[in-house]
């Protein structure tokens, strides 16, 4: 105040905040904007006698920030700057929080002096100093027997490439035996995920609601980092933030990471042309031998703030209350709940058939699926985005691995593997449903080599598997991996079937006596009930009945997934790392609920920019 760098108002208002939340007050008047970076830096040299440095003008000793490490650096917001008369001078901007740091830090660098810096020149230091090392390690993390990285491209491209010529050969010298041994495998797979969906349901339905934990008092509540990857997104900021903003969580415990690729210039220029809030921050990743998702999130890991590390997707509309339910869910879970997953639908289920099979699809996967695996004590794959971690635990598995294609479901199966836990919640995020053919082949295509790739790289030792998860959740991961990918791959053997009710040849009919084709004809019936009855059950919420009577047209979504699954083959034979980007803003509705968003049909939507 006697700087007049603060309205008495705003102190008293940021004085309020700090006792409610329990924060310093510098970190409470930086989040409202009440002060600037360079204010409060020269307000705290003069109440703690300290000096500033400029990180820009004098780069700190990089033998310095080697001897603790960059990532640790970034975590505890230090940089250790210079050794003078055996004291080694720690720049921070955080005094308060000083004491603390250094308990962990004498061992290393001997005794410290602290001297103050502004924030963004601490991060802006170390990335100048150790750029590199950053970047291999945010690609090498992962332990090396639990990554894709290991899998030698080439390796795994010849592999699958000799297993399609095998076959092939095989349908050409002995057609009949071939054809019968994968007719088999076709419906012993297609019994044994059907029964996994079942056996699930079953699980969820039966199962009594779980109690809702009490809300975390306010001045117990945790910082929460959440890291928002984007990619070649034009006009996302003024969307993100809105969606963002509604967010029922203190703004001094919010911590929203947009994590952007260094050669994505357009995305970056979308972002510099509005001005984000205070808890919203731009973290760019350099250029690397790969570019992915898991690999950008692991860059930005050390810079986010929270002890509880979240995932969302650019077009995300997360319920308000999304960020209290999580804290309340850990408040009260035991130390091996390592991350909850809530629960995704979409905000345009009517803008054309896909859209709505899209939702049928995943109101049975998140409602039904994924809380029966939890209840079964089943591995949980994740879904990419409403994720949310421990971050020690986080952090203890190595995030994520950077070469693998679907990140999520192989830190799901990690996770297990650690003795963790992963728990469904029962919060809603709302995002764009892919309501176009070709890029929901590419999706799918993408998640299916995912899941092919993450099941080669756990399979490589199946007797420490099993060990780890013992023999029911790996048979659970054989049936959801192999298995779902098998159906994928198969599923034309099985439409084949309905041939012969029209009297029309098949090459398996002369092995199989009637009785079997009167089997396998109940087979395929009684599967087709269960998907149509786990469909309806998970759409009778209010919000999605008027979808009941598009559950049977999945019969004819699906096909869709053998083209994808096949389109999946030949990546990983082709192209193993690659990563087939989900086009995204084809339909938006960023502030309207999803009852009351805009109807528009993707036609429409994708000439408005051209018209514009």
């Not at 990619?231 to 903003?245: Q, S």
């Not at 890029?439 to 030792?461: C, E, F, N």
């Not at 047209?553 to 030949?570: D, E, Q, R, T, V």
């Amino acid at each position: 105040m006697e700087r007049g760098a603060v309205q008495p108002l705003a102190l008293l208002r940021a004085l309020e905040i700090c006792k409610r939340q329990n924060l310093p007050l510098g970190e409470a008047l930086l989040a409202h904007g009440w002060v600037t970076e360079a204010q409060l830096i020269a307000a705290q040299a003069e109440l703690f006698g300290l000096s500033i440095i400029d990180l820009a003008a004098q780069p700190p000793d990089p033998r310095l920030i080697d001897t603790i490490g960059a990532a640790r650096c970034l975590k505890e917001r230090i940089v250790p700057w210079r050794r003078i008369a055996g004291v080694t001078l720690v720049a921070t901007a955080h005094p308060e929080e000083f004491a603390r740091t250094a308990q962990g830090l004498t061992d290393t660098l001997g005794p410290c002096q602290m001297v103050l810096a502004a924030p963004s020149t601490l991060e802006t230091a170390i990335f100048a100093c150790r750029r590199t090392a950053l970047i291999r390690r945010a690609e090498t993390c992962v332990a090396p027997h639990e990554s894709c990285r290991t899998l030698a491209g080439d390796h795994v491209s010849r592999a699958a490439l000799g297993a399609v010529v095998a076959l092939a050969i095989g349908l050409w010298l002995m057609p009949s035996i071939v054809y019968a041994a994968l007719f088999g495998w076709a419906i012993l797979t297609l019994i044994a995920t059907v029964g996994l969906k079942l056996v699930a349901w079953l699980a969820e339905m039966r199962a009594p609601e779980r109690p809702t934990p009490p809300p975390v008092p306010a001045n117990s509540l945790p910082t929460i980092s959440v890291m928002v990857p984007l990619f070649h997104e034009t006009d996302i900021a003024p969307r993100l933030i809105a969606r963002l903003e509604r967010l029922d969580y203190p703004r001094e415990r919010l911590d929203i990471v947009l994590v952007v690729e260094e050669a994505d210039r357009m995305t970056q220029t979308a972002l510099t042309r509005t001005e984000l809030p205070r808890w919203m921050r731009l973290v760019i990743v350099p250029e690397g031998p790969i570019k992915t998702k898991p690999r950008a999130l692991n860059y930005a890991l050390p810079l986010c703030r929270g002890s509880i590390i979240g995932v969302y997707d650019a077009e995300d509309m997360p319920d308000p209350a999304q960020l209290r339910i999580v804290a309340a869910y850990f408040a009260g879970a035991d130390p091996t709940l390592a991350c909850l997953q809530g629960m995704l639908d979409y905000y345009n289920p009517r803008t054309n058939w896909l859209s709505r099979c899209f939702t049928i699809e995943y109101a049975a996967w998140f409602r039904a699926m994924l809380p029966g695996l939890g209840r079964l004590g089943l591995v949980i794959p994740l879904g990419g985005t409403t994720l949310f971690f421990r971050r020690e635990i986080l952090e203890e598995l190595g995030g994520w691995d950077a070469h693998n294609v679907t990140e999520d479901a192989d830190l799901g199966l990690r996770l297990a593997r650690h003795g963790y836990r992963t728990e469904v919640i029962p919060t809603v995020t709302h995002e764009e449903a892919n309501c176009r053919a070709l890029p929901w082949i590419r999706q799918r295509s993408r998640w299916l080599k995912g899941y092919a790739m993450t099941w080669a790289v756990h399979m490589r030792d199946p007797v420490r598997l099993w060990r780890e998860l013992g023999a029911k959740r790996f048979i659970g991961i054989q049936i959801l991996m192999l298995g779902g990918l098998s159906q994928y791959l198969l599923a034309p053997l099985l439409w084949s079937f309905w041939l012969m009710p029209f009297g029309i040849w098949h090459p398996i009919e002369a092995q199989m006596s009637p009785a079997m084709i009167r089997a396998l004809f109940v087979t395929f019936t009684v599967t087709e009930i269960i998907h149509i009855v786990v469909g309806i059950w998970a759409l009778r919420g209010h919000g999605h009945r008027f979808l009941i009577p598009w559950v049977p047209m999945l019969h004819f979504y699906f096909p869709l997934g053998a083209l994808a699954g096949w389109k999946a083959i030949y990546e990983v034979v082709a192209k193993p790392f690659y990563w087939d980007k989900t086009a995204h803003g084809l339909y938006d509705a960023p502030q309207a609920s999803p009852g009351k968003a805009r109807r528009l049909s993707c036609a429409a939507v994708v000439r408005l920019p051209r018209q514009a």
